[in-house]
Structures are given as C-alpha cells and as structure tokens.
C-alpha cells in the first residue's frame, strides 16, 4: 500500500507562483511513474502533468504548457508541480497519483494510487 500526500495549495493572486509537493510512503517511489491532475468546481478531473520513474520523460497538459513544470527527487519520495504565471482558471483541487505504467497515468486509466489533494485557489 502506497499513501501520497500533498501539499502547498493555497491562495495566490493571478501572476503569481506556487510549487505542490507530493510525499509518498514506503521506499519504492522509485518504482512508480507519477501524475498531477487537477478538478475545478463541476469540471472532470484532468491530468496536468506526469512524469516517468526516473524523471527522464515527462508530459505537460496545452493548458499549462510553458507555465507548469513537473519534478520528482526519488531520494526524497517527493513529487513536485512548480505552477507560474497562475490564472484564475488554474483555480482546482490538485491531485497527486502514482502507478507503474506511465502510459496508464498519462491516459488516466486504472491508477493504483490517489492522494487527498490540496486546493489552489486564484484570485483575479
């Protein structure tokens, strides 16, 4: 059983910055490729960003290109989302997930592991 957590959600004035974090248990973070998806009020929950096993190969949703970036550090079991020049409709719950299969998380089809998610709230 794998448990992620995140945090750094919050409110931020439109232009600004933030960076999410994902924690994962146990010592096999190493062994999942990872995704943040994001559900904004009565909106399906879309995936943002992901991210392979080693980091070496990433995605990132048009809608955020060129504004988020997708990280991970392995050593730490932590996942990151570094999101700039933040818009009103960036305004999500963000979620943190984990699966082996990067395809299936890129796909969002039968991910093994959710976190609770962290909100994000932008003003304009």
């Known amino acids: 059983q794998v448990q992620l957590v995140e945090s750094g959600g919050g409110l931020v004035q439109a232009g600004g910055s933030l960076r999410l974090s994902c924690v994962a248990s146990?010592?096999?973070?190493?062994?999942?490729?990872m995704a943040w998806f994001r559900q904004a009020p009565g909106k399906e929950r879309d995936v943002v960003a992901g991210i392979s096993r080693n980091g070496g190969t990433k995605f990132i949703a048009d809608s955020v290109k060129g504004r988020f970036t997708i990280s991970r550090d392995n050593a730490k079991n932590t996942l990151y989302l570094q999101m700039n020049s933040l818009k009103p409709e960036d305004t999500a719950v963000y979620y943190c997930?984990?699966?082996?299969?990067?395809?299936?998380?890129?796909?969002?089809?039968?991910?093994?592991?959710w976190g609770q998610g962290t909100q994000v709230t932008v003003s304009s």
């Open positions: 146990g010592r096999t973070f190493s062994t999942y490729a």
């Open positions: 997930a984990a699966d082996p299969q990067y395809g299936d998380l890129a796909a969002g089809r039968s991910i093994d592991y």
